[in-house]
């Protein structure tokens, strides 16, 4: 995955977030993270990341990213990175358990983006857009059961379902709403370096959550 520096960045125009977010937002069940391809960088050096909203979203998907990174920016652990929240309208949107999440943004104004994220929902298959041809040869995971018919109608995708989160190329995904925080640090880990995404974790207690399940568990 390619990281732009002040010379590069990666960019989403408004005018395909749209047909970008529906492909994406039920490809993958568990939160999906797509970097664009290299573009000049205007006078805007905001890394700017868009968390796609739809309803019936799982909410730990949406409220993960939201979470990582808000806590990364309040902090001062990141500069220059602006999370923002988009939907085919702006206004709320109520995920599947319930909570209801504004989104600043509509597609058709959503500022330019450098990383888009999209959870999922369980219908997913009755909405899975069939020209999912941007993950064509792309390594990645999705809940368990969920790999058969994903094998079956988008055979191009190298399903991996022993990986709870899976980078390639420019897409990360992850295969269960809890591992979303999991997701979300990976791509801070992406956009900041490896020390930050480390302390970010380490503030928001995650390592501490992972020990004390292996030894519930073990």
Not at 66 to 81: P, Q, R, S, W, Y
Not at 104 to 118: C, G, K, T
Request: hydrophobic share 45%.
């Amino acid at each position: 995955m390619n990281i732009p520096d002040q010379t590069s960045r990666n960019v989403f125009g408004a005018g395909s977030l749209l047909s970008l977010a529906k492909t994406m937002a039920f490809v993958m069940a568990g939160l999906t993270t797509l970097m664009g391809t290299s573009a000049q960088a205007d006078e805007d050096d905001t890394f700017r990341i868009g968390v796609m909203l739809f309803d019936s979203n799982l909410t730990s998907d949406v409220t993960a990213p939201l979470e990582v990174f808000g806590a990364a920016i309040t902090n001062e652990v990141i500069e220059d990175v602006e999370i923002v929240t988009i939907a085919t309208k702006a206004g709320l949107i109520k995920t599947h358990e319930g909570l209801m999440i504004a989104a600043e943004y509509s597609v058709d104004n959503a500022p330019e983006l450098e990383a888009i994220l999209v959870g999922s929902s369980y219908d997913m298959d009755s909405v899975l857009a069939d020209d999912a041809g941007f993950l064509k040869g792309v390594r990645a995971t999705t809940y368990p059961g969920g790999e058969i018919w994903l094998k079956l109608n988008h055979p191009s995708i190298n399903i991996d379902i022993n990986e709870t989160v899976v980078v390639d190329k420019n897409v990360i995904t992850s295969n269960g709403p809890m591992v979303s925080c999991a997701a979300a640090f990976k791509l801070l880990e992406k956009v900041s370096g490896e020390d930050k995404a480390q302390e970010i974790s380490e503030l928001l207690y995650f390592p501490r959550l992972v020990r004390a399940y292996h030894e519930a568990n073990s």
